[in-house]
């Protein structure tokens, strides 16, 4: 049974570019959450896919974005980066509606100049 | 609005004393409660958590506590030991609207030193 990874650990982008996170989810897992915890913070929700449609979204404007795919791996689109959005973003797989916690990635840490 | 709130930033005890960590909720609505140790450069961690159902859980020496009339959860450490040294996140746990999915609203975490 695999953990689940992230990729890149670390990446730096400026402000007004576009970046992509990646997510492979704990085996099993059909669900995958994105939070973005910034620096002294806990992790906010930004949003949750369950088979691949977006089933849930905190309060994130339109510019964050993601697809899950048939292997239940997922990614995170961030459009015309801001400074604040300077964060470890954390990937979270589980299991549909169950009495289970959430198994978080090692995060990827963004830094926009 | 912060519906799960940490109020103390960090806490130091002793090696082999109790660490008793504290978290407060304002919604009603959240049905699960965890908490997540993070170490550095790493992902949260599952520690132990609690249907809205029970009052009480324990694994080892982890025991989280569920008052849910004063909307409070505590854990506690007992022995601590200098490898529980690390930031203690709650969470809370609000399913979507048709019940596929879930997501975890979480504190702004305590950062426990165990002294030894």
């Known amino acids: 049974e695999t953990g689940v990874t992230q990729s890149p650990t670390h990446l730096i982008k400026t402000r007004g570019q576009q970046v992509t996170l990646r997510c492979s989810s704990q085996?099993?897992?059909?669900?995958v959450s994105w939070y973005q915890q910034a620096l002294g913070q806990g992790p906010q929700f930004i949003f949750q896919?369950?088979?691949?449609?977006?089933?849930g979204r905190g309060n994130f404007p339109p510019r964050f974005s993601g697809l899950q795919f048939p292997n239940y791996s997922s990614e995170l689109n961030v459009n015309a980066l801001e400074l604040d959005d300077s964060a470890l973003y954390l990937c979270?797989?589980?299991?549909?509606?169950?009495?289970?916690?959430?198994?978080f990635g090692q995060g990827t840490r963004l830094t926009v100049v | 609005d912060q519906q799960v709130k940490q109020n103390s930033p960090s806490l130091s005890v002793q090696e082999g004393r109790i660490s008793i960590l504290n978290c407060d909720y304002t919604n009603s609505m959240f049905d699960y409660f965890l908490w997540y140790k993070k170490y550095p450069a790493e992902g949260p961690t599952f520690l132990i958590s609690?249907?809205?159902?029970?009052d009480k859980n324990e694994d080892g020496r982890f025991t989280v506590f569920l008052n849910k009339s004063a909307k409070h959860l505590s854990l506690h450490i007992v022995p601590s030991q200098p490898g529980d040294s690390a930031v203690y996140f709650c969470?809370?746990?609000?399913?979507?609207?048709?019940?596929?999915?879930?997501?975890?609203?979480f504190g702004p975490g305590t950062r426990l030193s165990v002294l030894p």
């Open positions: 979270a797989s589980s299991l549909v509606a169950s009495n289970t916690e959430a198994f």
């Open positions: 969470a809370a746990r609000k399913l979507s609207r048709d019940n596929y999915g879930q997501n975890f609203v």
């Open positions: 085996s099993g897992h059909n669900t």
């Open positions: 896919y369950y088979r691949e449609e977006e089933n």
């Open positions: 609690i249907s809205s159902i029970k």
